[in-house]
DNA sequence: ACGAGCGGGACAGCCCGTTGTT
DNA sequence: AACAACGGGCTGTCCCGCTCGT
């Protein structure tokens, strides 16, 4: 017995898009591309997505958020301290900038930068933004951080990432983004 | 004798250019409505920049970048200490958001990211960046940072700005880029 | 006993169909709107209308058609003599322009232009034509009118009401209407 | 020696809008047909027409109401006495349809009624039926109709014809316009 | 009778880059 | 150095007709 399996399309749809909106931003992404590249029908885009581009990209900016608080999360468990955690972060981000030969980044930045004036889409990716920083937030002060300096010291270390990615990816070369980790580290507290 | 002054045709389409790529992205923001907004005629675009949007985006980086010099120049002969200097930095930051209604950021990073494909564009991206880094580096070395962490510490500074201002702008709310200018200042040596 | 009573889909989306061709024209109404705003099901549409939108057309011109025979009918009734019926269609036509703001007028003729290539839908509003003028022409023999005369007399007159009634809805302003029926009435024999 | 003459594409794209919208209705014609018909290119149509389809509609309105104007004036300097005259512009709009096989009516019409919405739209097409009118009432005035009957008058002759076209349209046959004609004609005086 | 989804084509609008002429 | 005009491709959006499965 098979079960009814709604379409994949919808799925197909946001991954691609959240893909390409990372690597072209989304004025420069068309939904003909986003289609044509994640083999979804063309005829069922607006009942899947009534809301049109803009509520495709939502839907992107949520997959792509939480695609990275995924790996905060994996290196908050194998990292106790921190210093090494965020580093091991950094490195992840660098090695999928490499991976992508610099063309992929961050769908968030990508799509807050391109498409702020959307409230629906600048409001998914200060969501983002604000779990992001929460969960470092929360490790910080699992690992002794006073919790007031632990939030901005998150928000912080957020921006430099985001930062540091844009960087890396215009000078196609990931050492901002280990630069950034290592000069951090001392405000984590004593080694 | 006459200066031959030149149309100001070109400087003034530059201008527009620089502030509505901020404001709408690069592929979100088209030549006619540079145009329109700078009243620069349409008939000889391609005679001012033969290299058409692309080449008026180089120039609109050049601006942009060379704006920012002047800002931490201006800081850094203000303030010695770059503590101070950094936070003054982020102030006058925070203050431009505020003023456009978090409509304009910084056209580098708009720039950047909405057309990295194109090589002459991320070259001078690429240039706005290091001439912030070198900038801020030359600032720490004074104020007696070694000069190889004073490097590191500067790419820091310029990407937590940078990603900063991205998150500020994503939040309405200054306070992205004064925590992270708060938090970054221990780094700069003993108060 | 219970009466089947068949589903009233069908009918709902006649209803709303003759408005919104009346509203829009053939070619600017879709089929989506008019199940949206009949609350009609999709899934069953051409499961009714198997002949699509164009069936759709016929059947809500035949509904039109039917709510002017009802109107003159009544209006025969209530008038024996040709002037004050006429007179008393035309102030039912302005009063129903003005109830919707003139935003609806005859669905019949708005279909007529509309989608005068369609062969069945022609016929339809073509029979609603005849209708309305076998009417007018039996109630002027009624009143004394010679057979031929009237028949052409009630011609004049529904091609008269017909423009009178577009002509006002451009306008906005019922006076075409009034000034037709006014100025027709001597035809119908002395007063 | 030259005139420079401008290019003949906006009259050609005008007098080709004309003819389909009249044809098709006004949703019913797309930009892309009229430029093909019309031999316009594509790339200078906004650029002719900045206010796209509803200003390029306009205008055609205007092309047809000044035919039909002149058709009016032509009857009126050829029949002096008002009877005549009627029933020679309403053997002239026979003829048009009988000519386009029941294809082509009056564009202002199809217009009027397909895009009601469209304030300037609207606007243009009350213009063409106040021209029309106006010009009807001052021949009759001529004939020595008393003026305030004249205007009143005029509008019922414009209504008819206007109507009569349609229902001839939908009839393919030309029966109800010459009625109409004939059946007015008492109303313009002693025989 | 009906919801979900598909297929592909059309819509109006706008894009960037190039002509000719002046 | 500026103009009117072109060329044709692409955008997001929406369309209608249909097929599934229930």
């Known amino acids: 017995l098979v079960v009814p399996r709604r379409s994949s399309a919808r799925q197909d749809a946001i991954t691609a898009a959240a893909r390409l909106f990372d690597r072209q931003g989304y004025h420069g992404t068309g939904i003909a591309q986003i289609l044509a590249e994640s083999g979804a029908p063309r005829g069922s885009f607006y009942f899947h997505f009534p809301g049109g581009k803009g509520e495709l990209a939502v839907e992107a900016v949520r997959v ?3 695609e990275v608080e995924h ?7 194998r990292h106790p301290r921190p210093g090494p955690m965020v580093r091991s972060v950094a490195r992840a981000l660098a090695q999928w900038l490499e991976r992508s030969d610099y063309a992929e980044g961050c769908a968030v930045t990508a799509i807050a930068l391109g498409a702020h004036r959307d409230d629906q889409l600048r409001s998914a990716c200060r969501a983002a933004y604000a779990s992001w920083q929460c969960l470092l937030a929360e490790h910080l002060v699992a690992a002794g951080v006073e919790r007031d300096r632990a939030a901005a010291l998150a928000s912080l270390v957020v921006a430099s990432l985001e930062g540091a990615v844009v960087i890396s990816r215009t000078r196609r070369d990931p050492t901002a983004l280990t630069e950034a980790a290592d000069q951090l580290t001392p405000l984590f ?3």
């Open 64 to 66: 792509a958020a939480a």
């Open 71 to 77: 790996l905060l999360r994996a290196a908050a468990a």
């Open 189 to 191: 507290g004593p080694a």
